[in-house]
């Protein structure tokens, strides 16, 4: 079972490595068109971490804040800020967290639909009143970028393969598994059997000590009437005998 238990985790690793393979044929470029919105002194850049962005994929809303006049990046900016990511009439909650440069915001996304979608920001920053609706760069279908077809690939069927032989291996993984509970279930009633034999030979025990107990007793009793019968026979015929 061990075996079977690394081989299945063997074709995982190399389904895995496959599926980043196919996905890799897609080069997405750095960000560069982002929307900036001014909100007094506090200059708000916003845009997606990869660019073009595209449905059903990871990416990263990036928000960076910093000073109009100077561009200077504002630290600890977003603690007062609430994000809302808004596509048509549904809107979702972010949560911004601080990025490894000082003043960039971010928080991972994976877009579900192609189309534009747009950052609501509420709340203050430095003490600036921050409030309004930033468009975002429309989200693209990846048919537009993939190649050649997932289709009729080889890489797509190098992947099916790696699927079937994984799904061989956790049924054959799986049938180990219901032999092995198979033959502790036959474990477990031969264990109650051989409890059960005890137990009766227990009872036997103790029946034939009872008996035993008894005969002993009714032995004894047999000795001492015996010995008295004699004893009175020999005191009876002690009276017989005459006297001169």
């Known amino acids: 079972m061990k075996r ?3 081989r299945v985790l063997t074709l995982a690793s190399v389904l895995t490595a496959a599926l980043l393979i196919n996905s890799s044929s897609i080069v997405v470029p750095t960000a560069f ?13 916003v845009g997606w971490g990869n660019e073009p962005p595209l449905a059903g994929q990871l990416n990263t809303l990036i928000i960076g804040v910093s000073n109009a006049s100077d561009n200077s990046p504002i630290p600890n900016a977003v603690g007062q800020l609430q994000a809302t990511i808004k596509k048509g009439g549904e809107t979702k909650a972010i949560d911004l967290l601080p990025q490894e440069q000082e003043g960039l915001y971010g928080s991972e996304v994976i877009p579900g639909q192609i189309g534009q979608y747009e950052l ?9 009143n921050v409030n309004g609706s930033i468009p975002l760069d429309d989200v693209s279908d990846p048919k537009e970028l993939t190649f050649p077809s ?7 069927q190098v992947t099916s393969g790696i699927v079937n032989q994984v799904s061989n291996a956790i049924t054959d993984l799986s049938t180990q598994v219901d ?6 279930d036959q474990a477990q009633q031969a264990a109650q059997n051989a409890t059960q034999s005890a137990q009766s030979i227990k009872t ?3 029946g034939a000590y009872m008996f035993a ?8 009793a047999g000795i001492a009437i015996a010995g008295i019968a004699l004893s009175r026979r020999e ?10």
């Open 235 to 244: 005191k009876v015929e002690g009276e017989k005998i005459p006297r001169y």
């Open 213 to 220: 107990t008894i005969a002993v007793g009714i032995g004894v």
């Open 150 to 156: 997932t289709g009729g690939s080889e890489n797509s």
């Open 179 to 184: 032999d092995v509970k198979a033959s502790a």
């Open 204 to 206: 036997s025990a103790d």
């Open 4 to 6: 079977t238990v690394l």
């Open 120 to 128: 609501l920001l509420m709340g203050t920053i430095a003490g600036q």
């Open 33 to 45: 068109a982002h929307q900036t919105m001014n909100f007094g002194n506090i200059a708000v850049e």
